[in-house]
Structure formats: structure tokens, C-alpha cells
């Protein structure tokens, strides 16, 4: 441990006797024989640890997996490839378009990829690698 890891601040805060009240009442139902101060401390911990931790999704482990490798495909951040795929699912619903953003933009990431770079990316799955070559309707039909 460095001295910055071990160094620990003193902060002052003003309560009011409200507060300081439901901070004692929670302190005695707790029973561990803490101090107020010890209640303050839990709380600014768990507020740091909850605001560096990304927010909980809800998805299933499969999804957020989908999300991930889409979001390396397109260098985003998971949360905005989440964000674009409700978005797309809302365009579609109040017939904006046909195809949503996120998928055309998400084609031609793999057709530019797959000139380059042969190998099936980001899919590892044969039947996901399928699913994005397989026909949709929604393509125009090939010219020439």
C-alpha cells in the first residue's frame, strides 16, 4: 500500500437534529454497536462503489453477450449499443423505418470487415454467423 492508498481524510458535515435522529434510531435497530460515524462511512462507501459500478442491465448473460460483441463491432460502449437498440425497436414500432439504424450500421460494419478480415467477427457461434448472412427481406435485390 503507497502513502495516497493509506492516507485518510477527516470531513466535517452539518446535520440537522432531524436527521441526526433517524441516524441514531437507525444506529440502535441495527444493533452492532456502531456510531453514527460508522453509519456515514457504510453510506459514502456505498455510494462510491455504486457510481463507479456500471448500472445492473437486466439482461440475460446470452443478451449481454450479443451487446458486448456488437458493441466491439461498432467501438461503442455497451450501454449506447443498448441504448441504439431501443431506439431501433422504437422507430419500428411508430413505422419510421423499415431497418433500424443500428442493424444497417451494423451490416456494413461486417461487410467492410469481412473484405478486410475473413474470419466470422464478432459471432462465434456458426448459427449467429448465419443469421447475419442469411437473406433479409428488407435487402435490396442485388443489382446487375
Known amino acids: 500500500m503507497g502513502l495516497i492508498d493509506s492516507k485518510s481524510y ?5 446535520v440537522t437534529a432531524e436527521e441526526r435522529d433517524h441516524l441514531e434510531k437507525l444506529r440502535v ?21 455504486s457510481a463507479s459500478a456500471p448500472p445492473p442491465s437486466g439482461l440475460t448473460p446470452k443478451a449481454q453477450g450479443r451487446i458486448e460483441r456488437v458493441a466491439q463491432l461498432l467501438q461503442r460502449e455497451p450501454r449506447q449499443v443498448e441504448e ?3 431506439e431501433g425497436i422504437m422507430d419500428l414500432i411508430e413505422l419510421k423505418c ?10 456494413l460494419h461486417l461487410q467492410y470487415r469481412n473484405r478486410n478480415e475473413p474470419q466470422e467477427f464478432p459471432w462465434n457461434a456458426a448459427s449467429e454467423a448465419a443469421a447475419v448472412d442469411a437473406p433479409v427481406q428488407d435487402r435490396p435485390p442485388p443489382q446487375g
Open 10 to 14: 477527516q470531513l466535517r458535515v452539518r
Open 29 to 49: 435497530e441495527r444493533g452492532r454497536g456502531e456510531t453514527i460515524s460508522d453509519l456515514v462511512r457504510e453510506a459514502i462507501s456505498l455510494l462510491v462503489k
Open 84 to 86: 441504439a437498440c431501443v
Open 98 to 107: 423499415e431497418v433500424p439504424l443500428i442493424v444497417m450500421e451494423t451490416r
